[in-house]
């Protein structure tokens, strides 16, 4: 019988050594100003430096100030973002946490309100009205594969020229180089949730008639071109990860994320991060089939028949249900959003469940050494079987520091 349970097994991803698979899914808090972190980010996402989780994810950065979702996103499109991301890595290192960025852009879904400001369906996207770009460079235009709106109501975008599609795909290699010199232990590509990439991918959204429309190589053209740029900015011991929609609400089809995963591993991305849908603006018929592990079948399938490791996330909520994506072999990480936001100490919590009974999930022993006592003192054993902290090498790390 396995003594360690999966997600409580550490994994190496190139050189980036993730002590358990438990991951933080990438979640937009909107509390930026002018692109950049602040406090609130430092504190929200130092929060998982500490909680035991083995990756968390910097919510989706935009590599060109026109790709925002919204005034209140964060960018990595210069370098005078590097530093403030800096703070944030060395203190998630200094903890034995990997923490990745996702990098995206919002194409024809930019410009738009936070959620608790925009109105009902439809006319979020009025806030567009006059607004000036995150950067301040001038009236914030929407981009996209073609010129058609997002959804009844929203604004048209302007359609990519292709010397512009190739300053986005660098766009996004010079953001990774960006995430480099901060220190991120991986970078995720946002190519999902009906954002720029997805719009490529997606038969409604793109109706081009050049090398970058039509049929399906053609339209997962830029999202490859992404990977390169991303994979030639990005070091080689550095694993690359790809969120995408598995199926959406355009004609996606599962088969089609099989087969943009399977060309994506030939560009060097490591893991396919399956998530769906994001192409409609009225998505209730969606949300009201939602179930526990809702994705898990495409991360299944993705890893199946592309051959490459996989990240399932979309209420996870349950330790033993998380362990159970892992074992069935669904996919080798399991990512967590609101339940993470709701319980940030879901580790040790899911260790306890799982009746963790030997090593870490990684805490560090200002907190690791009292749960441990807690432990043994109302569950039975010694404090050496019912380890919850850190492993000793790695308090002698933190200490040295
Ligand atoms: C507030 C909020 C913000 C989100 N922002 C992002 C994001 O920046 N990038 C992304 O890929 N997904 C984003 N998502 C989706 C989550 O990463 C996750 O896939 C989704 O919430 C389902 O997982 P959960 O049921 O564990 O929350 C967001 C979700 C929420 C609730």
């Not at 358990?20 to 899914?25: A, K, Y």
């Not at 048209?156 to 020229?161: D, E, G, I």
Request: net charge neutral; proline share 4%.
């Amino acid at each position: 019988m396995r003594t360690t349970p999966l997600l409580f097994t550490s994994l190496d991803l190139r050189g980036v050594h993730l002590k358990n698979r438990i991951v933080l899914s990438p979640m937009l808090t909107y509390s930026g100003h002018g692109g950049h972190v602040n406090d609130w980010h430092f504190t929200h996402l130092g929060k998982y430096a500490i909680s035991g989780v083995g990756l968390f994810f910097v919510e989706s950065t935009n590599v060109d100030a026109a790709g925002c979702t919204t005034s209140s996103d964060l960018g990595l499109w210069a370098d005078d973002f590097i530093a403030p991301f800096k703070r944030i890595v060395d203190f998630a290192h200094r903890y034995g946490a990997a923490i990745g960025i996702q990098l995206g852009h919002s194409g024809r879904k930019a410009a738009s309100g936070t959620p608790w400001e925009r109105s009902p369906a439809g006319e979020g996207s009025k806030l567009l009205k006059g607004l000036q770009r995150v950067d301040n460079t001038g009236p914030w235009e929407l981009v996209a594969p073609s010129a058609l709106a997002h959804a009844a109501g929203h604004p048209v975008p302007r359609a990519l020229s292709v010397n512009e599609i190739h300053q986005l795909a660098d766009a996004w290699g010079q953001a990774a180089a960006r995430a480099e010199h901060a220190g991120f232990d991986v970078v995720e590509v946002h190519a999902g949730h009906g954002y720029l990439i997805h719009q490529f991918l997606s038969p409604k959204a793109n109706r081009r008639n050049d090398e970058y429309g039509g049929t399906l190589q053609a339209r997962m053209r830029f999202g490859l071109e992404v990977a390169d740029e991303v994979r030639r900015h990005w070091p080689e011991n550095k694993p690359l990860f790809f969120r995408i929609s598995a199926v959406d609400d355009s004609g996606l089809t599962i088969e089609d994320s099989v087969a943009f995963s399977t060309a994506l591993k030939t560009k060097g991305v490591d893991v396919i991060d399956c998530s769906s849908a994001g192409m409609a603006t009225d998505n209730s018929h969606l949300l009201a089939h939602l179930r526990y592990g809702y994705q898990v079948p495409y991360a299944r399938q993705v890893r199946a028949e592309a051959g490459i490791k996989t990240m399932a996330v979309g209420l996870i909520i349950h330790a033993d249900h998380a362990e159970q994506i892992l074992q069935s072999g669904s996919a080798d990480l399991v990512a967590l959003g609101r339940e993470l936001m709701h319980n940030p100490n879901w580790p040790i919590d899911a260790a306890l469940k799982l009746g963790r009974k030997a090593s870490a999930a990684g805490l560090p022993q200002a907190y690791g050494y009292w749960l441990d006592k807690r432990a043994a003192a109302a569950f039975g054993g010694t404090p050496s079987t019912f380890r919850i902290g850190m492993e000793p090498e790695q308090m002698e790390r933190v200490k040295l520091e």
